[in-house]
Protein backbone atom coordinates (compact mmCIF):
# COMPACT_ATOMS: atom_id res chain seq x y z
CA UNK A 1 0.00 0.00 0.00
CA UNK A 2 0.74 3.55 -0.33
CA UNK A 3 3.47 5.22 2.11
CA UNK A 4 3.52 8.20 4.66
CA UNK A 5 1.97 11.30 2.65
CA UNK A 6 1.98 14.94 3.78
CA UNK A 7 0.94 18.03 2.16
CA UNK A 8 1.67 20.46 1.28
CA UNK A 9 5.07 19.66 0.21
CA UNK A 10 6.05 23.31 0.47
CA UNK A 11 4.36 26.26 2.71
CA UNK A 12 5.46 29.53 2.55
CA UNK A 13 3.36 32.18 5.22
CA UNK A 14 4.15 35.20 6.55
CA UNK A 15 4.96 35.91 9.90
CA UNK A 16 1.79 36.06 11.91
CA UNK A 17 -0.35 33.85 10.20
CA UNK A 18 -1.54 30.43 11.01
CA UNK A 19 -0.97 27.01 8.93
CA UNK A 20 -2.26 23.48 9.06
CA UNK A 21 0.11 20.53 8.23
CA UNK A 22 -1.62 17.43 7.29
CA UNK A 23 0.13 13.72 7.74
CA UNK A 24 -1.88 10.79 5.89
CA UNK A 25 -0.15 7.42 8.38
CA UNK A 26 0.08 4.39 6.35
CA UNK A 27 -2.96 2.13 6.90
CA UNK A 28 -3.29 0.04 9.79
CA UNK A 29 -0.89 2.10 11.54
CA UNK A 30 -1.82 3.30 15.15
CA UNK A 31 1.38 5.32 16.26
CA UNK A 32 1.72 8.47 14.41
CA UNK A 33 4.62 11.14 15.41
CA UNK A 34 5.60 14.58 14.52
CA UNK A 35 8.84 15.92 13.90
CA UNK A 36 10.17 19.09 13.16
CA UNK A 37 14.12 19.45 11.55
CA UNK A 38 15.65 22.89 11.43
CA UNK A 39 17.88 23.61 8.87
CA UNK A 40 21.37 21.25 9.05
CA UNK A 41 19.70 19.37 12.08
CA UNK A 42 18.75 16.40 13.75
CA UNK A 43 15.28 15.65 14.74
CA UNK A 44 13.45 17.22 17.20
CA UNK A 45 10.28 15.51 18.69
CA UNK A 46 6.74 16.94 18.60
CA UNK A 47 3.89 15.01 19.43
CA UNK A 48 2.96 11.44 19.85
CA UNK A 49 -0.42 9.74 18.94
CA UNK A 50 -0.92 6.10 19.92
CA UNK A 51 -4.85 5.04 19.47
CA UNK A 52 -7.04 6.57 21.34
CA UNK A 53 -4.90 7.29 24.29
CA UNK A 54 -3.74 10.32 25.56
CA UNK A 55 -0.89 12.20 22.93
CA UNK A 56 2.24 12.98 24.72
CA UNK A 57 2.51 16.26 23.78
CA UNK A 58 6.04 16.69 25.56
CA UNK A 59 8.50 18.09 22.54
CA UNK A 60 5.72 20.77 21.63
CA UNK A 61 8.12 24.20 21.54
CA UNK A 62 5.27 26.67 22.77
CA UNK A 63 1.76 26.76 23.08
CA UNK A 64 1.30 28.23 19.80
CA UNK A 65 1.61 24.42 18.25
CA UNK A 66 -1.31 22.00 18.56
CA UNK A 67 -1.95 18.68 16.67
CA UNK A 68 -5.07 16.53 16.76
CA UNK A 69 -5.59 13.37 14.91
CA UNK A 70 -9.23 12.28 13.88
CA UNK A 71 -10.83 8.94 13.47
CA UNK A 72 -7.50 7.48 14.66
CA UNK A 73 -6.21 8.15 11.49
CA UNK A 74 -5.14 11.45 9.58
CA UNK A 75 -3.20 13.70 11.76
CA UNK A 76 -3.06 17.62 11.25
CA UNK A 77 -0.15 19.84 12.71
CA UNK A 78 -1.41 23.64 13.59
CA UNK A 79 0.56 26.48 14.06
CA UNK A 80 -0.86 29.84 15.02
CA UNK A 81 0.76 32.70 14.88
CA UNK A 82 3.70 31.99 12.87
CA UNK A 83 7.27 33.22 13.90
CA UNK A 84 10.43 33.40 11.53
CA UNK A 85 12.29 30.24 13.77
CA UNK A 86 9.13 28.00 13.26
CA UNK A 87 10.59 27.50 9.73
CA UNK A 88 11.66 23.84 9.15
CA UNK A 89 10.79 20.73 7.48
CA UNK A 90 8.24 18.99 9.54
CA UNK A 91 8.45 15.15 9.60
CA UNK A 92 5.15 12.56 9.84
CA UNK A 93 6.12 8.60 10.47
CA UNK A 94 3.91 6.22 11.92
CA UNK A 95 4.21 2.56 13.01
CA UNK A 96 2.28 -0.56 13.73
CA UNK A 97 1.96 -1.24 17.63
CA UNK A 98 2.65 -5.00 17.55
CA UNK A 99 6.27 -4.45 16.89
CA UNK A 100 6.62 -1.70 20.00
CA UNK A 101 6.94 -3.57 22.37
CA UNK A 102 9.48 -5.58 21.54
CA UNK A 103 11.78 -3.05 20.66
CA UNK A 104 11.50 -4.16 16.95
CA UNK A 105 9.46 -0.99 15.42
CA UNK A 106 10.22 1.02 12.72
CA UNK A 107 8.94 4.15 11.96
CA UNK A 108 8.24 5.27 8.30
CA UNK A 109 8.40 8.86 7.33
CA UNK A 110 6.52 11.14 4.73
CA UNK A 111 8.15 12.92 2.79
CA UNK A 112 7.76 16.64 4.73
CA UNK A 113 6.28 19.89 4.75
CA UNK A 114 9.23 22.42 4.17
CA UNK A 115 7.31 25.58 6.34
CA UNK A 116 9.32 29.08 5.39
CA UNK A 117 7.71 31.73 7.33
CA UNK A 118 8.79 34.95 6.16
CA UNK B 1 24.26 17.95 24.36
CA UNK B 2 21.64 15.50 22.78
CA UNK B 3 21.20 12.03 22.86
CA UNK B 4 22.14 9.71 19.70
CA UNK B 5 25.43 12.42 18.77
CA UNK B 6 27.48 11.49 15.42
CA UNK B 7 30.84 11.97 14.06
CA UNK B 8 31.96 12.72 11.77
CA UNK B 9 29.68 15.58 10.85
CA UNK B 10 30.81 15.52 7.33
CA UNK B 11 32.18 12.70 5.63
CA UNK B 12 33.73 12.56 1.98
CA UNK B 13 35.37 9.54 0.32
CA UNK B 14 35.64 8.15 -3.39
CA UNK B 15 34.21 5.51 -4.57
CA UNK B 16 34.30 2.11 -4.03
CA UNK B 17 35.87 3.14 -0.40
CA UNK B 18 34.52 2.00 2.78
CA UNK B 19 32.36 5.17 4.78
CA UNK B 20 32.38 4.71 8.82
CA UNK B 21 30.12 6.77 10.88
CA UNK B 22 29.70 7.08 14.28
CA UNK B 23 27.15 7.54 17.11
CA UNK B 24 27.05 8.46 20.80
CA UNK B 25 24.42 8.57 23.45
CA UNK B 26 23.90 9.19 26.90
CA UNK B 27 21.41 7.05 28.31
CA UNK B 28 20.57 3.55 28.02
CA UNK B 29 18.43 2.26 24.96
CA UNK B 30 15.91 -0.46 23.91
CA UNK B 31 17.63 -0.01 20.32
CA UNK B 32 19.57 2.06 18.33
CA UNK B 33 18.48 2.71 14.42
CA UNK B 34 20.32 3.90 11.32
CA UNK B 35 18.44 6.38 9.05
CA UNK B 36 19.45 7.82 5.84
CA UNK B 37 17.40 11.13 4.12
CA UNK B 38 18.11 12.67 1.03
CA UNK B 39 17.67 16.23 0.03
CA UNK B 40 16.25 17.05 3.36
CA UNK B 41 13.54 15.10 3.05
CA UNK B 42 11.40 11.96 4.86
CA UNK B 43 13.70 9.36 6.21
CA UNK B 44 14.48 5.91 5.07
CA UNK B 45 15.21 3.38 7.84
CA UNK B 46 18.26 1.39 7.08
CA UNK B 47 18.81 -1.28 10.08
CA UNK B 48 17.92 -1.63 13.84
CA UNK B 49 20.17 -2.97 16.50
CA UNK B 50 18.47 -3.95 19.70
CA UNK B 51 20.45 -3.61 22.86
CA UNK B 52 21.62 -7.27 23.09
CA UNK B 53 23.10 -7.31 20.08
CA UNK B 54 26.61 -6.53 19.22
CA UNK B 55 26.34 -6.68 15.24
CA UNK B 56 24.70 -6.99 12.20
CA UNK B 57 24.47 -6.64 8.97
CA UNK B 58 22.38 -6.05 5.90
CA UNK B 59 23.78 -6.05 2.22
CA UNK B 60 26.69 -3.54 2.25
CA UNK B 61 25.66 -1.67 5.99
CA UNK B 62 27.22 -3.37 8.84
CA UNK B 63 25.88 -1.71 12.42
CA UNK B 64 27.91 -2.48 15.35
CA UNK B 65 26.73 -1.74 18.97
CA UNK B 66 28.53 -1.52 21.99
CA UNK B 67 26.14 -0.61 25.34
CA UNK B 68 29.43 -0.14 27.85
CA UNK B 69 30.75 2.61 25.25
CA UNK B 70 27.34 4.08 24.25
CA UNK B 71 28.41 4.24 20.91
CA UNK B 72 27.56 2.49 17.94
CA UNK B 73 28.90 2.72 13.97
CA UNK B 74 28.01 2.62 10.91
CA UNK B 75 30.10 1.18 8.03
CA UNK B 76 29.07 1.21 4.60
CA UNK B 77 31.14 -1.07 2.33
CA UNK B 78 32.23 -0.44 -1.52
CA UNK B 79 30.52 2.88 -1.67
CA UNK B 80 28.25 4.30 -4.38
CA UNK B 81 27.58 8.07 -5.47
CA UNK B 82 23.99 7.07 -5.03
CA UNK B 83 25.19 6.79 -1.24
CA UNK B 84 25.39 10.33 -0.91
CA UNK B 85 23.02 11.48 2.17
CA UNK B 86 22.83 12.50 5.06
CA UNK B 87 22.68 9.50 8.23
CA UNK B 88 21.29 9.84 11.25
CA UNK B 89 21.32 7.34 14.38
CA UNK B 90 17.97 7.47 16.67
CA UNK B 91 17.58 5.93 20.01
CA UNK B 92 14.77 4.34 21.83
CA UNK B 93 15.07 5.18 25.50
CA UNK B 94 14.73 1.81 27.41
CA UNK B 95 12.00 0.80 29.74
CA UNK B 96 9.58 3.03 27.20
CA UNK B 97 6.38 1.59 26.47
CA UNK B 98 6.31 3.59 23.06
CA UNK B 99 8.82 4.31 20.03
CA UNK B 100 9.99 7.69 20.47
CA UNK B 101 13.52 8.22 18.90
CA UNK B 102 15.55 10.76 20.02
CA UNK B 103 18.14 11.56 16.69
CA UNK B 104 21.37 12.35 16.50
CA UNK B 105 22.64 15.77 14.22
CA UNK B 106 23.32 13.30 11.32
CA UNK B 107 26.83 12.64 9.36
CA UNK B 108 26.46 14.25 6.00
CA UNK B 109 28.09 11.85 3.41
CA UNK B 110 29.44 12.49 0.44
CA UNK B 111 30.39 9.72 -2.38
CA UNK B 112 32.50 11.05 -5.45
CA UNK B 113 32.45 8.75 -8.84
Known amino acids: GAGVSQSPSNKVTEKGKDVELRCDPI?????LYWYRQSLGQGLEFLIYFQGNSAPDKSGLPSDRFSAERTGGSVSTLTIQRTQQEDSAVYLCASTSVGGMMQGNETQYFGPGTRLLVL | SQQGEEDPQALSIQEGENATMNCSYKTSINNLQWYRQNSGRGLVHLILIRSNEREKHSGRLRVTLDTSKKSSSLLITASRAADTASYFCATKAGGTSYGKLTFGQGTILTVHP
Open chain 1, 27 to 31: SGHTA
